[in-house]
Every structure is written in C-alpha cells, then in structure tokens.
C-alpha cells in the first residue's frame, strides 16, 4: 500500500521553518535548486512532500555539546 504524503507549497515550507518574515520564499527556493530538499514537479509547479521538510530538519539538527566538569573550575 502506498502512503500519501501531504505536498506543501513553498510558501508554507518557508511558513514551517519559520523563514517566511525573514526572507520570504527565497530560502526553501534555494533548497530546491541546490537539490538539498526532496521535491515535485506538477507541471510548472514545486511541491514539497512534508516528510522531506522533516528529514531536512533532522538532517541538520546539532546536538548541544555536554561539557563534563573540570577538576580546576573553568578552561582558558
């Protein structure tokens, strides 16, 4: 069986990762042209599949970095 996934437009992907206010369309257009986002083409339109944006967002997610105590307080 086949699962649909839900097709954003890139106004709502921009919407998604809060770029919209910032710079409007211009940053998930930039994923899809440097091919760093999972896309579909209907017709003349782009389409992102809402499971792509989330893997983006996974994909780029950086961990905070656990620093252990040191025996002398702060490094220099």
Do not use: C, Y
């Amino acid at each position: 069986m086949v699962t649909v996934d839900r097709l954003l437009t890139v106004r709502q992907v921009a919407e998604l990762l809060n770029t919209w206010e910032e710079s409007g369309e211009r940053f998930p257009r930039r994923l899809i042209e440097e091919r760093r986002i999972t896309f579909v083409k209907v017709g003349r339109h782009v389409r992102i599949p809402e499971r792509a944006v989330e893997a983006f967002v996974a994909a780029n997610t950086v961990e905070p970095v656990v620093l252990r105590p040191t025996r002398f307080g702060r490094a220099a």
